[in-house]
């Protein structure tokens, strides 16, 4: 006679913790799987399957503990309804009623979050588990060791990840984090004022503007922000960091290449031309966030370049709100928007590791990244949670997740923060002072060399 669904679980649940008893909580291999990045974060075939039979449902397994303390970014005051935080409450409440352990949740500030990570958990005085956090923080808590190396079978059917989100929660091979969601950004439209959205760049400024009226505009990003910037000289052939064998070469910088120096001159005649017509904020760097967000929601931008983040916000205003694809470049390439994996972590210097493990193994489950999905409409980093009802019924997850598969990895090592940093400073030198073609080869060639000082190993 076969096992019951609820005996099969329980088997699970106890292999998983005689695992990681015997495997400890340092050093043990990672499980990845995959070594493509290609093709492996857009969602499968779009079938409903039964939230509870799915892989990846991750039954709780314990041992139960006094209390986990869990950071988080995510606040209760958070735009929308749910939000991140009422859904990670949700499934941690759930975590608490099948193990008895306590979760007591607190909210750090995004701004405040790394430092205080960096501060506290020497001392004792951290979280047991945090996150969601996105991967390019990843590498920044892998260096001072505050990251644990997730052991061997601690997650449970590691295959139900998509390849990428396994290699962007993972350094040097080593998974660090369960991975949750996959981002990027993608062109974000008023469906009231495009009914079709443009596939090319051509397409994108005649429609543009023909919809510049007084105060509004058709088109409008930061074009000063690095992260919205990438999709460009990625693009463009450009590149920040090598990526032989699954390990970021910070000695091998493409910013300069003649890819690069095409994207600075493409986004530097993007406002002088106006191609396509834009309002001059975007190149004011301390309000270019804000006030392009603001008149998108009041109806005074048609088309943006934004996240998933955005979407509670627009919805919230009232605004039709549409997603396509970034449109592709004059080149006739697409754009190629960094890619991005938000994960849970559990602090090394923790005393309830195991309890921290297990945890992170229920919170990166398929039910519980179905209901994060509710709240944040980023790709779920499970296959089977990508094919849940309620996932696979919205509009635009194909779209995110097509846009995230032609996108590329946005390195996870210490040095991006300076890159970001650097990269700013020499493209307030090229934009805002429309710098002449013959300067700007100059311009990152110095990029890279400052890059190179400050952050090559």
Same mark, same amino acid.
């Given at each position: 006679?076969?096992?019951?669904?609820?005996?099969?679980?329980?088997?699970?649940? +106890?292999?998983?913790?005689?695992?990681?008893?015997?495997?400890?909580?340092?050093?043990?291999?990672?499980?990845?799987?995959?070594?493509?990045?290609?093709?492996?974060?857009?969602?499968?075939?779009?079938?409903?399957?039964?939230?509870?039979?799915?892989?990846?449902?991750?039954?709780?397994?314990?041992?139960?503990?006094?209390?986990?303390?869990?950071?988080?970014?995510?606040?209760?005051?958070?735009?929308?309804?749910?939000?991140?935080?009422?859904?990670?409450? @949700?499934?941690?409440?759930?975590?608490?009623?099948?193990?008895?352990?306590?979760?007591?949740?607190?909210?750090?500030? +995004?701004?405040?979050?790394?430092?205080?990570?960096?501060?506290?958990?020497?001392?004792?005085?951290?979280?047991?588990?945090?996150?969601?956090?996105?991967?390019?923080?990843?590498?920044?808590?892998?260096?001072?060791?505050?990251?644990?190396?997730?052991?061997? =079978?601690?997650?449970?059917?590691?295959?139900?990840?998509?390849?990428?989100?396994?290699?962007? @929660? @993972?350094? +040097?091979?080593?998974?660090?984090?369960?991975?949750?969601?996959?981002?990027?950004?993608?062109?974000?439209?008023?469906?009231?004022?495009?009914?079709?959205?443009?596939?090319?760049?051509?397409?994108?400024?005649?429609?543009?503007?023909?919809?510049?009226?007084?105060?509004?505009?058709?088109?409008?990003?930061?074009?000063?922000?690095?992260?919205?910037?990438?999709?460009?000289?990625?693009?463009?052939?450009?590149?920040?960091?090598?990526?032989?064998?699954?390990?970021?070469?910070?000695?091998?910088?493409?910013?300069?290449?003649?890819?690069?120096?095409?994207?600075?001159?493409?986004?530097?005649?993007?406002?002088?031309?106006?191609?396509?017509?834009?309002?001059?904020?975007?190149?004011?760097?301390?309000?270019?966030?804000?006030?392009?967000?603001?008149?998108?929601?009041? =109806?005074?931008?048609?088309?943006?370049?934004?996240?998933?983040?955005?979407?509670?916000?627009?919805?919230?205003?009232?605004?039709?709100?549409?997603?396509?694809?970034?449109?592709?470049?004059?080149?006739?390439?697409?754009?190629?928007?960094?890619?991005?994996?938000?994960?849970?972590?559990? @602090?090394?210097?923790?005393?309830?590791?195991?309890?921290?493990?297990?945890?992170?193994?229920?919170?990166? =489950?398929?039910?519980?990244?179905?209901?994060?999905?509710?709240?944040?409409?980023?790709?779920?980093?499970?296959?089977?949670?990508?094919?849940?009802?309620?996932?696979?019924?919205?509009?635009?997850?194909?779209?995110?997740?097509?846009?995230?598969?032609?996108?590329?990895?946005?390195?996870?090592?210490?040095?991006?923060?300076?890159?970001?940093?650097?990269?700013? =400073?020499?493209?307030?030198?090229?934009?805002?002072?429309?710098?002449?073609?013959?300067?700007?080869?100059?311009?990152?060639?110095?990029?890279?060399?400052?890059?190179?000082?400050?952050?090559?190993?």
């Amino acid at each position: 006679m076969s096992d019951s669904p609820f005996d099969s679980a329980l088997s699970r649940r +106890d292999s998983r913790r005689d695992l990681l008893k015997q495997a400890g909580v340092a050093g043990a291999a990672a499980v990845v799987a995959g070594s493509s990045l290609a093709g492996t974060v857009a969602a499968q075939e779009a079938t409903p399957v039964d939230q509870a039979a799915a892989p990846g449902g991750n039954t709780p397994a314990g041992p139960m503990v006094d209390q986990l303390i869990f950071w988080t970014r995510a606040s209760p005051d958070d735009v929308g309804s749910p939000n991140l935080f009422t859904q990670i409450k @949700s499934r941690a409440d759930a975590y608490t009623a099948a193990t008895g352990t306590p979760i007591d949740i607190q909210t750090v500030p +995004d701004a405040d979050f790394r430092a205080r990570m960096s501060a506290a958990a020497p001392g004792g005085e951290g979280p047991d588990v945090f996150g969601p956090v996105a991967h390019d923080w990843l590498g920044e808590f892998v260096v001072q060791q505050i990251a644990l190396p997730i052991p061997a =079978g601690a997650i449970d059917t590691p295959e139900d990840f998509t390849a990428a989100s396994m290699q962007l @929660s @993972s350094v +040097d091979g080593q998974l660090y984090g369960a991975p949750m969601e996959v981002e990027s950004v993608a062109l974000i439209y008023n469906a009231d004022l495009v009914p079709t959205p443009p596939t090319t760049w051509d397409e994108l400024v005649q429609m543009s503007n023909g919809l510049r009226n007084g105060e509004t505009y058709g088109f409008g990003f930061p074009l000063l922000e690095q992260y919205h910037e990438a999709g460009f000289f990625l693009g463009f052939g450009s590149y920040i960091f090598g990526y032989p064998n699954q390990t970021w070469d910070t000695n091998d910088i493409g910013l300069n290449n003649p890819g690069g120096v095409e994207a600075a001159r493409f986004l530097r005649d993007m406002y002088w031309l106006d191609m396509p017509d834009m309002p001059d904020v975007v190149i004011d760097r301390a309000n270019m966030h804000g006030v392009i967000e603001g008149m998108t929601e009041a =109806g005074q931008v048609a088309m943006t370049i934004n996240g998933p983040w955005r979407i509670n916000p627009l919805a919230t205003a009232g605004v039709n709100y549409g997603v396509a694809l970034l449109p592709t470049l004059p080149n006739g390439q697409p754009m190629k928007p960094f890619v991005g994996v938000q994960s849970m972590l559990v @602090s090394a210097y923790s005393e309830k590791q195991e309890a921290a493990l297990d945890f992170i193994n229920f919170m990166s =489950g398929t039910d519980s990244l179905a209901a994060v999905f509710a709240a944040d409409r980023k790709v779920p980093a499970r296959i089977s949670a990508q094919q849940v009802e309620s996932v696979a019924s919205d509009p635009w997850i194909e779209t995110w997740a097509r846009q995230a598969e032609l996108g590329q990895p946005m390195p996870n090592v210490p040095a991006m923060s300076r890159v970001f940093t650097l990269w700013g =400073g020499i493209m307030d030198a090229i934009i805002p002072t429309n710098a002449p073609d013959d300067q700007i080869q100059g311009f990152l060639d110095q990029l890279v060399e400052q890059i190179r000082e400050e952050t090559a190993g």
